[in-house]
């Protein structure tokens, strides 16, 4: 008789780095909602066992004051460790911030400038904002988002649904 061939282990999916420091950032956040928003304004440069490789811009140099400052660093390492498992460094190259992808914070306000034009588009072209605006003679000035994320389905003509 033949033995069925043993089933392939399942792999554990890999995040890739940006995904897993995000997540670090996150777990900091529960915590310290200081010190997550001046890790997220860094760059990351590596994110390898037991070390989180940091870049800043000379203009965040605020927050890397806030990561690297006298109670600072202390409290980001145990927040990073706790969240990773093991004893992780917080270790800072700002030589390399130029050639470093952009902070979770960059890419979070390019995001957020991303959906508020959309939005924007979205609500003047609008068939129901059209008419009302030439029945009454109206012009829209302009547009404030208050939410982050559109509640109503894509392509649906609903704008602002309550989240629920």
Known sequence: MKEAPAAAPIATPVRPPESAWRAAVEAVRASSARHAASLAQGRLVALRSGEVVLAYRPEASFHRTTVTGQSGRAAVEKLLSEHFGQPTRLVLDDAAAATS????????????????????????????????????????????????????????????????
């Open 101 to 164: 992808p952009k902070s979770l914070a960059e890419v979070d306000a390019e995001a957020r400038a991303a959906h508020e034009v959309s939005t924007d588009q979205t609500v003047r072209g609008h068939p129901a904002i059209r008419a009302a605006l030439r029945i009454l003679g109206g012009e829209l000035e302009h547009i404030q988002v208050l939410e982050r994320q559109r509640t109503g389905a894509p392509g649906s003509d609903i704008i602002d649904e309550p989240p629920g």
